[in-house]
């Protein structure tokens, strides 16, 4: 897929992934429409990814919020003659086994994480038909692949995206708009810092995951960013992001049921 002179409407573009995609796709002549909840980054972005000849407009955006992403294609074509690219990358972390985790935690996270790209491929699939070459892509985690102890809540949300993304795929077959769906692994953003903590979930375990997490979360985001723009290009389905997302994976594959415990003799060795 030629990339010059396409539009690409990119969530969660503030930080971590979603700027990395920005700063690919503008590398290649990508224009731009970002989106965040959070208005400074996103300027930051914005200043990043500005390169000659490259459109970029900022949408201050709550994928929560319905009427909102309801409002954003309107607000797109205001300063964009189309769209052919939208990458759904906005997405929130919750700590907690699911007897911690109140069911209004839950329900947060799914409206962020799940429903968020429902609504906005819902909103942006009529601008994607009416391009000549389009791609949505959806980011789920390599926590939609397998599914540890402690993520009940944030795995459950993104199999939901890849199950989503898949069933869309095969009904867009006979269209131009491919869909890619993107599993990253250990990236080395802020989600995890972020994460919502609940209540239940004593401060001395939680630093404890956190810790571990820093441990795991290595690859930049700016490298995340650009494999995930070359998998777009290529017309991939899907995008395994980090050397440790396509060994878990393969392990996956291999032992759909007892994939924990190889993984977790591994984890030292990590």
């Not at 573009?13 to 990395?20: F, H, W």
């Not at 920005?22 to 972005?45: F, M, V, Y």
Request: charged share 20%.
């Amino acid at each position: 897929m030629k990339l010059a002179n396409r539009t690409a409407v990119v969530t969660g573009a503030a930080g971590g992934i979603g700027r990395g995609i920005a700063i690919s796709l503008a590398r290649r002549g990508c224009h731009l429409a970002l989106a965040d909840i959070n208005e400074a980054p996103l300027a930051e972005t914005a200043k990043l990814a500005a390169a000659p000849g490259v459109r970029i407009s900022q949408h201050h955006l709550n994928v929560a919020d319905r009427a909102a992403v309801a409002a954003l294609p309107a607000q797109v074509l205001a300063q964009h003659p189309g769209v052919d690219i939208l990458i759904n990358n906005a997405g929130v972390a919750l700590g907690g086994t699911f007897d911690q985790v109140t069911e209004e935690d839950f329900e947060w996270l799914f409206e962020i994480n799940f429903w968020g790209v429902v609504r906005m491929t819902r909103a942006f699939l009529p601008l994607l038909k009416a391009s000549d070459d389009a791609r949505l892509v959806n980011l789920s985690s390599i926590y939609g692949i397998i599914s540890p102890p402690g993520q009940t809540a944030y795995s459950a949300s993104k199999f939901a995206v890849r199950g989503f993304s898949n069933a869309l795929r095969h009904e867009l077959a006979s269209s131009k708009i491919g869909v890619t769906v993107v599993h990253p692994g250990g990236i080395a953003t802020a989600i995890a810092k972020n994460a919502r903590i609940p209540k239940a979930v004593p401060a001395e375990e939680m630093e404890r995951h956190l810790k571990t997490a820093a441990k795991l979360m290595t690859l930049p985001p700016e490298t995340a960013g650009e494999i995930i723009v070359q998998g777009i290009e290529h017309r991939k389905a899907r995008v395994l992001v980090g050397s440790d997302a396509k060994m878990i994976a393969v392990i996956e594959r291999l032992a759909p049921i007892s994939y924990m415990k190889h993984i977790e003799r591994m984890k030292p060795r990590a």
